[in-house]
């Protein structure tokens, strides 16, 4: 139900927003994602990267960036095979390491957001709150929890109805921990309608990503999802 009276049920504006991407048919026909482009990260340190996007349904995903213009510096990975997550982002006194608690929850929705029809079984207690404006432009705005405390808050344009942007919180001894997801420059692939431009916004950082080929029902290496030292080796 939607808490502030008024305002659209939370199940109307993702229904919206599947029919915007091109229907609850086509968008359950994607069982997996590859997708190359390039990244530059926050303020352009480093230079720009070589970006993979892989996803499998229902919730698999691997981000990996290679840095070919920074000799030597390691690929930063971030993989989550369904159960188990890992990251690795160069120049980080933790290097590689295991994600736990909420930062595996976050994983794990990141994948199950690749493959949007899961919306309703992702997150759950969903209301709708007040509409916001991002860019000049007014916006749905929906909340779900998940589990441990996380919860994400989805921002969806009124007129086209697609995702312009997901935040997801998870607590943390310091407060609630951001990561930001902003949604632009849709394009079909495979009948479907999918961002080939996002933002990636963390507590300490960002990536702009910018895909230049997304191919649908492809099949992955499964190794793509585990191990981020063995991720690298897969280039």
Known sequence: MASVPGLARPEVIIDKYL???????????????????????????????????YAKFPDQRSLVIHYTQAKGR?????????????????????????????????????????????????LTRMRTIDPAEIDGRQMDVIQGNGPRNMFATLYFDKETGLLTRLVRFGPSLIGRMPTQFDYSD???VNGVKMPHKIDFVWLD?????VFKEIKANVTVNPAYFGRPTDVEKLK
Do not use: C
């Not at 991407?21 to 303020?43: D, P």
């Not at 989550?80 to 120049?91: H, M, Q, R, Y």
């Not at 950082?205 to 990503?209: K, P, S």
């Open 19 to 53: 029919n915007a991407l091109g229907g609850a048919q086509k968008v359950n026909a994607i069982t997996s994602i590859a997708a190359t482009g390039t990244s530059v990260g926050f303020r352009g340190f480093g230079g720009g990267g070589e970006v993979q996007l």
């Open 205 to 209: 950082g960002r990536e702009a990503l």
């Open 74 to 122: 390691d690929a930063t990975v971030r993989s989550f095979d369904g159960k188990v997550g890992w990251t690795k982002t160069p120049l980080n006194i933790l290097g590689e390491h295991q994600l736990h608690g909420t930062e595996l929850d976050g994983a794990k929705l990141d994948a199950q957001m690749m493959f949007p029809g899961q919306i309703k079984q992702a």
């Open 186 to 188: 849709y394009r079909e």
